[in-house]
């Protein structure tokens, strides 16, 4: 347990981020689920406007070192990849 008052400042610091981290990750998962449940209803225009909604979420996620920079990079790209997929002819 802390002892002194710096070490106990450190752990209320350390609560208050651990909470808004996993507030900000549950919030992008849910976009990206979102996301992804409009490419597997075939729905375009749906995938569009929940991926113009996730990927700022993402982009900043991976900002504030919730997930690494390239973790994010990579799921907005793959995200977008397979919305643009979906006009394409299979």
Same mark, same amino acid.
Do not use: C, W, Y
């Given at each position: 347990?802390?002892?002194?008052?710096?070490?106990?400042?450190?752990?209320?610091?350390?609560?208050?981020?651990?909470?808004?981290?996993?507030? &900000?990750?549950?919030?992008?998962?849910?976009?990206?689920?979102?996301?992804?449940?409009?490419?597997?209803?075939?729905?375009?225009?749906?995938?569009?406007?929940?991926?113009?909604?996730?990927?700022?979420?993402?982009? &900043?996620?991976?900002?504030?070192?919730?997930?690494?920079?390239?973790?994010?990079?990579?799921?907005?790209?793959?995200?977008?990849?397979?919305?643009?997929?979906?006009?394409?002819?299979?």
């Amino acid at each position: 347990m802390a002892n002194t008052k710096s070490a106990k400042k450190a752990v209320r610091k350390i609560t208050t981020r651990t909470a808004v981290n996993k507030s &900000r990750r549950s919030h992008m998962r849910t976009e990206i689920r979102r996301v992804e449940e409009a490419i597997a209803a075939g729905d375009q225009d749906k995938a569009f406007e929940a991926l113009g909604a996730a990927a700022p979420l993402i982009a &900043r996620a991976a900002q504030k070192g919730i997930v690494h920079k390239n973790t994010g990079s990579r799921k907005i790209s793959r995200l977008t990849q397979r919305v643009k997929g979906m006009s394409a002819p299979a």
